[in-house]
């Protein structure tokens, strides 16, 4: 059973900094999505970014040039880092594993990330 444990969250202010981490353990395929999922107050769940074991990536619109997303594949863990924060990216962060061919699909529990102005 694949476990993900995302660490990293907490208050900053705008302009601010926070680094996420997402850490996979158990047995997984080495063809996998890994992304961050993030969920603010009455709005649904969003993708963040994805990146793939090839290291491929993508960005939503809203966070493109302010936020990177990176993997260790030999520790299996994911990061998110974000840099010039706004009020609207505070939200619940979750690390998501998606693994191939055999589709499996993981969550982590969220990490809060709050964002004052």
């Known amino acids: 059973q694949v476990q993900l444990a995302e660490s990293g969250g907490g208050m900053v202010q705008a302009g601010g900094s926070l680094r996420l981490s997402c850490a996979a353990s158990g047995i997984m395929s080495s063809i996998n999505i890994m992304a961050w999922y993030r969920q603010a107050p009455g709005k649904q769940r969003e993708s963040v970014a994805t990146?793939?074991?090839?290291?491929?990536?993508n960005y939503a619109d809203s966070v493109k040039g302010r936020f990177t997303i990176s993997r260790d594949n030999a520790k299996n863990t994911v990061y998110l880092q974000m840099n010039s924060l706004k009020s609207e990216d505070t939200a619940v962060y979750y690390c998501?594993?998606?693994?191939?061919?055999?589709?499996?699909?993981?969550w982590g529990r969220g990490t809060l990330v709050t964002v004052s102005s």
């Open positions: 990146i793939t074991s090839g290291g491929s990536t």
């Open positions: 998501n594993l998606k693994t191939f061919p055999r589709r499996m699909d993981y």
